[in-house]
């Protein structure tokens, strides 16, 4: 019963971290001037329109994962470099500081395990999209910074990367370096 209760809350932490996740990220494109995501009906706080199977599975079982990502666009932005990191860094600062205010209250009140859980997903979203690849945050942050000639070069490769990332998933390399990193994230 403890180990079905346990899965259940994993299952609803990861929810709502990919669901803050991507809304924030939409949010950050919106303020800029992107009306992509409004316009499609997914900048909302509703997880059915963040849900992506592939990745919720991942992140239960493997630890990491994804959700289905926001739409936005640099179209409008001001300035399209400086946008774009805006948009794909937030969620990653946000996810780090909600990691450490939920890891507060877990230590505070330790018979609340949803906040451990809330926890430990929003650092493992977090450094996950640091990770340079497609469509990871990461990738288009390394993007906005590379000239054009070169992020042309790289999105030459974004897929036999992204199915080398998913392979190393699965055979449990990554996790322990993401790990590490993950307890540094947290306080």
């Given at each position: 019963?403890?180990?079905?209760l346990?899965?259940?809350?994993?299952?609803v932490?990861i929810?709502i971290?990919t669901?803050?996740?991507?809304f924030?990220?939409?949010?950050?494109?919106?303020?800029?001037g992107?009306?992509?995501?409004?316009?499609?009906?997914?900048?909302s706080?509703?997880?059915f329109?963040?849900?992506?199977p592939?990745?919720?599975?991942?992140?239960?079982?493997?630890?990491?994962?994804?959700?289905?990502?926001?739409?936005?666009?640099?179209?409008?932005?001001?300035?399209?470099k400086?946008?774009?990191?805006?948009?794909?860094?937030?969620?990653?600062?946000?996810?780090v500081?909600?990691?450490?205010?939920f890891?507060?209250?877990?230590?505070?009140?330790?018979?609340l395990?949803?906040?451990?859980?809330?926890?430990?997903f929003?650092?493992?979203?977090?450094?996950?999209?640091i990770?340079p690849?497609?469509?990871?945050?990461?990738?288009?942050?390394?993007?906005?910074?590379?000239?054009?000639n070169s992020?042309?070069?790289?999105?030459?490769?974004?897929?036999?990367?992204?199915?080398?990332l998913?392979?190393?998933?699965?055979?449990?390399?990554?996790?322990?370096?993401?790990?590490?990193?993950v307890?540094?994230v947290i306080?």
């Amino acid at each position: 019963m403890v180990y079905i209760l346990g899965f259940i809350l994993k299952a609803v932490a990861i929810i709502i971290v990919t669901t803050v996740f991507e809304f924030s990220k939409g949010i950050a494109s919106y303020m800029q001037g992107d009306m992509m995501a409004k316009q499609q009906r997914k900048l909302s706080l509703n997880p059915f329109k963040h849900f992506e199977p592939i990745g919720f599975i991942l992140f239960l079982f493997i630890g990491y994962g994804w959700a289905n990502p926001i739409p936005t666009s640099s179209l409008h932005y001001k300035d399209r470099k400086k946008g774009t990191i805006i948009t794909y860094l937030t969620p990653i600062i946000l996810s780090v500081v909600l990691a450490n205010v939920f890891n507060l209250i877990y230590q505070t009140f330790s018979y609340l395990i949803i906040f451990n859980y809330l926890s430990q997903f929003f650092a493992r979203i977090a450094v996950f999209n640091i990770i340079p690849v497609y469509p990871l945050a990461g990738s288009w942050i390394l993007k906005a910074l590379l000239n054009p000639n070169s992020a042309m070069k790289y999105s030459f490769y974004e897929k036999q990367v992204q199915w080398a990332l998913i392979f190393f998933l699965f055979l449990g390399l990554l996790n322990p370096i993401l790990n590490e990193i993950v307890n540094f994230v947290i306080w």
